[in-house]
């Protein structure tokens, strides 16, 4: 399977296309910072429209084709209430998350449609489930990509092009510590004190790892996933609220 991957260079995209190549798929990945990247890949800024063009060319061009679209590009977004909130911090979270899949999944569907088969994974999250007090450019930018995932289902199914989202909870991992930071400073609580809330408010009682993650992505990508399309797929322990 020819793949390419956003934010490859690190957490969740990092370990989709480290399992990925461990199959044996041929992975193309992007990622903000080139450094980051292991392997065949270069810099993109998914929100920029001339970034993407320019990666996906490259990825293309390389790959011969594309079967599976991961768009797993997106930022944490400012943290605090909404009158608080600075248009550029809500503009960038909305254009890294959204933008990102649009232009990335625009350039890949022309050649799945040609092949008559593809897949787009995008990345949503539970905050694309739940109202996100504190976060709400975040949990706009996730609840749009679930939106833009069924539409997607329903546009290209009849070409043999699969979408689906992938919602993660809490990911044990660097960005979910800086996440813990941010909302134990805006509320002026302690970060373990917060840790222990995301923890509860799972039936599971824990955080998911990003192998759990990636786990999903190959499955979706295999026969057994085959008939599984417009889905949002929470992989979470369970979220049974969110707090802010």
């Not at 934010?7 to 041929?26: F, N, P, Q, W, Y």
């Not at 609840?143 to 979408?163: C, N, Q, Y």
């Not at 996933?225 to 802010?244: F, K, N, P, R, W």
């Amino acid at each position: 399977m020819r793949a390419i991957v956003t934010a490859a260079g690190s957490g969740i995209g990092k370990h989709i296309t480290k399992k990925l190549r461990e199959r044996g798929d041929v992975v193309f990945g992007c990622d903000i910072q080139e450094e980051l990247l292991d392997g065949a890949g270069v810099q993109a800024d998914v929100s920029d429209e001339a970034s993407v063009d320019n990666m996906m060319a490259a990825a293309l061009d390389q790959l011969g084709g594309i079967d599976l679209l991961v768009n797993v590009a997106g930022v944490a977004g400012p943290t605090g209430g909404v009158e608080e909130l600075i248009l550029d911090d809500w503009r960038r979270c909305l254009a890294v998350t959204l933008d990102g899949s649009f232009l990335c999944s625009r350039k890949a569907v022309p050649h799945m449609k040609r092949q008559g088969a593809g897949l787009i994974v995008n990345f949503s999250s539970t905050a694309g489930m739940f109202g996100y007090p504190g976060r709400s450019p975040y949990a706009t930018a996730k609840w749009g990509i679930i939106g833009f995932t069924k539409s997607l289902a329903m546009e290209l199914g009849p070409h043999g092009i699969r979408a689906n989202a992938i919602c993660p909870g809490a990911v044990s991992g660097d960005r979910m510590d800086r996440v813990i930071a941010s909302e134990a400073e805006a509320s002026g609580r302690r970060p373990e004190e917060i840790q222990e809330i995301y923890e509860r408010s799972t039936s599971l009682r824990g955080f998911v790892s990003a192998d759990d993650v990636a786990n999903m992505v190959l499955f979706l990508a295999s026969p057994g996933g085959a008939m599984i399309s417009g889905q949002a797929i929470a992989v979470d322990g369970h979220t049974e609220y969110l707090t802010g």
